[in-house]
């Protein structure tokens, strides 16, 4: 028997620490839709973060002159192109008011690898990260794999899905290092408000604590709602303060794999270190592209922004119809997470779906529509759906929700 259910020690196949890392449950979604779509279903994905447009024409037309260019062939510095580190600096400035240097900018292989490498530049085993929930799921992974603890705090729709100073408050201990914050959200849309964004920043300041802020959805909000970058408001916290960005969701160039963080000097530093074992420099081809997407203009975000602001109004309206459905306005990037735990533990289909991830699975085998479970983010009772879908198919795959909760009945 020994050796089959060995999962520890230097006989176990696995490490412990790779072992107990999770699959991303948006890319599993996503995936099984995939599956699905290729053997002929007409199924429906909300379950992609990602936009569904091409990537703009002039920064696809620079990528391709940079493959033929023999000095983008080679190794380049492991920080980023130090032209790339310049523009990402002058973007910033431009965008949200930070002011910072090149120095201070580290290019990395998406916001996904920022994160991953903010938290391994900081925490040692055992320091805590107070995670607001409902969270990104890369998030508490992670932290864990950086040997850090998430303490979840968590929020609900009542609120919008904001957490207040008084709830960080409670759940801040002797060991909490860092806050981690994200606004617009992914997974909720939510966005703070300038002065809700000052007042944690302040606290986090008061406390010593660390904020790793997450702007990748700068671009992406949505009428009254206002972006608002942390540093900018509180400067006093910028010496502990790690900004993760990227161009994926502000230029549709998730395939590319850029993003970048910025610290202070000695944190990038570290996390530079560490890249430069890890994975060298970030492919010269998609730095080239993003380097033409920063010192370009956003019209083209402004475009896309208004088509989805088009969708995000239609689905919250049509889900809002829906029997058993509570949708919050989500007032950022493209997401709307809307309560179904009025549909759980009823009659569906000759099943009882008694959790978000049972009703999920149900979804996609009974109408062959795919959405996230809020399992995937820490807030069970939810799901998450894009809206980062072409409108015909949004309306319909919305339609065949509706119809399939509507026979949700009690005994
Ligand atoms: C909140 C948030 N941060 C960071 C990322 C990372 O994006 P990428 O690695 O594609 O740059 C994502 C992608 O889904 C995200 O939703």
């Known amino acids: 028997m020994s050796g089959m259910s060995d999962t520890s020690g230097p006989s176990g196949r696995v490490s412990r620490r790779i072992g107990?890392?999770?699959?991303?449950?948006?890319?599993?979604?996503?995936?099984?839709?995939?599956?699905?779509?290729?053997?002929?279903?007409?199924?429906?994905?909300?379950?992609?973060?990602?936009?569904?447009?091409?990537?703009?024409?002039?920064?696809?037309?620079?990528?391709?002159?940079?493959?033929?260019?023999?000095?983008?062939?080679?190794?380049?510095?492991?920080?980023?192109?130090?032209?790339?580190?310049?523009?990402?600096?002058?973007?910033?400035?431009?965008?949200?008011?930070?002011?910072?240097?090149?120095?201070?900018?580290?290019?990395?292989?998406?916001?996904?690898?920022?994160?991953?490498?903010?938290?391994?530049?900081?925490?040692?085993?055992?320091?805590?990260?107070?995670?607001?929930?409902?969270?990104?799921?890369?998030?508490?992974?992670?932290?864990?794999?950086?040997?850090?603890?998430?303490?979840?705090?968590?929020?609900?729709?009542?609120?919008?899905?904001?957490?207040?100073?008084?709830?960080?408050?409670?759940?801040?201990?002797?060991?909490?290092?860092?806050?981690?914050?994200?606004?617009?959200?992914?997974?909720?849309?939510?966005v703070y408000p300038p002065a809700q964004v000052q007042a944690i920043g302040q606290w986090a300041a008061q406390h010593g604590l660390w904020v790793v802020t997450d702007e990748i959805y700068e671009h992406l909000v949505y009428g009254d709602a206002q972006f608002s970058s942390m540093p900018v408001l509180v400067p006093e916290l910028a010496d502990r303060c790690v900004v993760v960005n990227g161009v994926a969701k502000t230029y549709a160039m998730t395939g590319w794999r850029v993003g970048w963080l910025i610290g202070p000097t000695d944190v990038v530093k570290a996390a530079t270190n560490l890249q430069s074992h890890a994975t060298s420099n970030v492919a010269n081809v998609s730095q080239v592209a993003a380097l033409t997407a920063v010192r370009g203009d956003l019209s083209a975000v402004a475009r896309m922004r208004a088509v989805y602001d088009r969708r995000r109004q239609t689905i919250v309206r049509m889900l809002r119809d829906i029997p058993g459905v509570a949708c919050p306005e989500p007032m950022g990037a493209f997401y709307v997470y809307p309560s179904v735990q009025g549909v759980l533990g009823r009659e569906l289909r000759g099943t009882r779906p008694t959790s978000s991830a049972e009703l999920c699975e149900l979804v996609l085998e009974e109408v062959e529509v795919a959405v996230v479970p809020g399992e995937a983010f820490g807030t069970p009772g939810y799901v998450r759906m894009s809206y980062a879908l072409g409108d015909d198919d949004l309306v319909e795959g919305v339609t065949r929700l509706h119809k399939l909760f509507a026979e949700a009945h009690d005994r």
């Open 20 to 190: 107990a890392i999770t699959e991303s449950a948006t890319l599993a979604v996503d995936g099984k839709a995939k599956v699905l779509q290729a053997a002929g279903r007409p199924v429906i994905g909300f379950g992609a973060g990602e936009p569904d447009f091409p990537t703009p024409e002039d920064i696809v037309e620079a990528a391709a002159a940079a493959c033929r260019e023999p000095r983008w062939h080679h190794y380049t510095p492991a920080g980023g192109l130090p032209e790339l580190r310049e523009s990402v600096a002058a973007k910033t400035l431009r965008d949200s008011g930070y002011q910072v240097s090149p120095a201070q900018v580290l290019i990395t292989n998406g916001g996904k690898q920022a994160v991953y490498q903010a938290f391994a530049a900081l925490l040692d085993p055992g320091d805590e990260v107070l995670l607001i929930a409902p969270y990104w799921t890369t998030y508490p992974e992670s932290i864990r794999l950086a040997g850090g603890v998430p303490v979840v705090v968590v929020t609900d729709e009542t609120s919008g899905y904001l957490a207040t100073v008084e709830q960080l408050e409670a759940h801040r201990t002797d060991r909490t290092k860092v806050l981690l914050f994200v606004s617009p959200s992914n997974p909720t849309g939510a």
